[in-house]
């Protein structure tokens, strides 16, 4: 089934070549099919990029999924023209007395700061709050896990060495977690940061569990039965993410190591081979299913 969108989402004419069922508002509203209405709070800086990457994950489902994208107004956007966002993104203030089935907040990259120095820390928390009571299940990607866990647990990050940059293996700790239903007992995923959690305070919060973790990552994912699910790396990353953030970071004279577990033969001029999507798209189908679909009422809020 597809997913809805606005029409001036860029993202919708690259996913169509892909064959990914992509409907306006317009043609949505002639099927007698009650969506699931999933809100984003998109953090990253390429925010297109981000929001393909999102829109490919979401639509690996038999549901139909109606997309609002959500802008903060206590964060000045450099990388995002403001006609984009003034068209196609919502203010929190305009939909905080709504109800969502589901609430995606990805990373950002502030892992450096510590979380109230981050100039939007108070607007986001306010969208955590919120979520409690207006939201079935929040997913958490990234920093927005770290994040989440501090603000709803009090679960600190540390800052790491050096960045943590490649695909690294994990291992599913909860099989009988519906989350990782059909998952491989390990898999890979791509992470992306300069900070992680403090695993220790995590063991000491009764109502986590730990679902799957890696050994030179750290806990991956991590739910407190469905409310909220934290994903402490990028499952929604494409190919050639990682590549592209390698360059970059070049090009800014910061002397990146390689990603690790991500270039053939640790060699930078051959091109990425996946071997993550798949079970990243598996997490977001069994997020949907599992934890949005199969737990919100018919009218949610009503």
């Known amino acids: 089934m597809p997913i809805r969108v606005k029409e001036g989402i860029t993202a919708v004419d690259n996913l169509k070549k892909e064959n990914i069922f992509a409907m306006t508002n317009e043609r949505a509203i002639h099927q007698d099919i009650r ?54 993104y919502r203010p929190f203030y ?29 607007e986001l928390s306010a969208i955590l709050e919120w ?48 989350l990782v239903r059909g998952f491989d007992k390990v898999f890979n995923a791509p992470h992306s940061t300069y900070s992680g959690i403090n695993e220790h305070e995590l063991a000491a919060v009764p109502e986590l569990e730990v679902i799957a973790r890696s ?18 790396g990028h499952p929604e990353y494409d190919t050639d993410r990682l590549a592209f953030e390698y360059e970059r970071d070049k090009e800014k004279g910061l002397s ?29 189908s069994n997020w949907l299913n599992y934890f949005v679909y199969q737990v919100t009422p018919y009218e949610f809020g009503v």
């Open 35 to 88: 969506s699931l209405n999933i809100a984003v709070l998109n953090l990253m800086p390429d925010k297109q990029e981000t929001e393909e990457q999102l829109l490919r994950l979401l639509s690996n489902s038999p549901l139909q999924i109606d997309v609002t994208f959500i802008r903060l107004v206590t964060h000045k956007y450099k990388n995002t023209g403001a006609s984009y966002l003034l068209k196609n």
């Open 94 to 122: 305009e939909i905080e007395r709504e109800y969502f089935d589901g609430l995606i907040i990805t990373g950002a990259p502030v892992e450096k700061l510590g979380f109230e120095q981050v100039d939007y820390w108070n």
């Open 131 to 178: 979520s409690r009571l207006h939201v079935t299940s929040t997913l958490h990607l990234s920093w927005a896990a770290q994040a989440g866990l501090y603000y709803h647990y009090g679960v600190t990050k540390h800052d790491l060495d050096k960045k943590l940059s490649g695909i690294f293996s994990h291992t599913v700790l909860s099989k009988n977690n519906e």
């Open 215 to 232: 050994d030179t990552a750290g806990a991956y994912i991590i739910s407190d039965g469905g409310s909220n699910i934290f994903v402490d």
């Open 256 to 284: 990146p190591d390689i990603p690790e577990n991500y270039f053939p033969g640790n060699d930078p001029e051959k091109p990425p081979v996946s071997s993550w999507i798949a079970h990243s798209s598996l997490l977001f």
